[in-house]
């Protein structure tokens, strides 16, 4: 697909998907968030229940909302902490250089201030990238680790555009000027279209989608959308987020800590192949297929991971 007819499609289809996204967002209900000031900003955060901390980190385009379903089943006897991470969701949203980094050091700087201990990480997306990284470095913090469509070894970080596959042109697109602004900050193709991808449902529902899009409500404001997936580490570059997925995947594929992985067919960065590579290479991993989906199985099968991963928590 060229880059005219690539955008026409997106303009056609993101333009329907915007407007039935916003017809009923009132029915959708919105988890209770508090807030923590974090070097000089402010993060939200969902914080429910008492016990052994059970932290869930999102990643683009979404937020804690992703968790809403799940987290019902872990606060009955765990603390749930699900955060925005900064720029998305509740959180603030100041200018970022330098995504990755910047992000890390705000989520960072929020769970030291936590002082979790004997603490489980359920990640997702960048949130993967950015728990692996704070389980690699707070050891005394973290003892387990549940992922879903996360970012693994090998193919994480990525060797080449052509080893990305099916999704080489569309990272192409977005890492070029002007065609990924048009993409993501204009089409809003990342919310409008992506989220709505892969499920075995169809759809999500347009009430849902609706509140995905409530915090980016102008073009300005999903520059941090479009600012994400040109931080995917391909041949190198970005250099710093390139040498973290590197250390990531050395110390995952040594580390010792009990793991639980959901996974799906196709999937999207977890593909069966991934899947079953994972199960043979880490160390005390637990898998649990979920069925077909895509990329966002939080909204597909909100009870089957809620109720194994309650089971997990319960043994590990």
Known sequence: MNRRSFLKNAVSVAAMAAIVSTASAATVTVPEKSFMTVK??????????????????????????????IIPYVSAGH????????????????????????????????LDALDLRDAVLVIHDWGSGLGWHYARTRPERISAIAFMEAMTPPFIPYESYESLGSFAEFVRNVNTAGVGEEMIMNQNILLDQ????????????????????????????RK??????????????????????????????????????????????????????????????????????????QEDYPDEIGKALSEWLARV
């Open 40 to 69: 000089g900003q402010k993060i939200a955060y969902v914080d429910v229940g008492e016990g052994r901390p059970v932290v869930f980190l999102h990643g683009n385009p979404a937020s804690s909302f992703l968790w809403r379903n």
């Open 79 to 110: 603390r749930a902490i699900a955060p925005d991470l900064i720029g998305m969701g509740d959180s603030d949203k100041p200018a970022l250089t330098d995504t990755y980094t910047e992000t890390a050091e705000y989520m960072f700087a929020f």
């Open 194 to 221: 992506f989220m709505r991808h892969g499920s075995p449902n169809g759809s999500l529902p347009d009430e849902v989608i609706a509140e995905y899009n409530r915090y980016y409500p102008t073009p300005e404001s």
């Open 224 to 297: 941090i959308l479009l600012d994400w997936p040109r931080e995917i580490p391909i041949a190198g570059e970005p250099a710093d987020v390139y040498e973290v997925a590197v250390a990531n995947n050395d110390w995952l594929l040594a580390s010792e800590l009990p793991k639980l992985m959901f996974h799906v067919d196709p999937g999207a960065i977890i593909p069966m192949a991934q899947a079953e590579h994972l199960r043979k290479t880490l160390k005390n991993l637990e898998t649990v297929f979920l069925g077909q989906g895509g990329h966002f199985v």
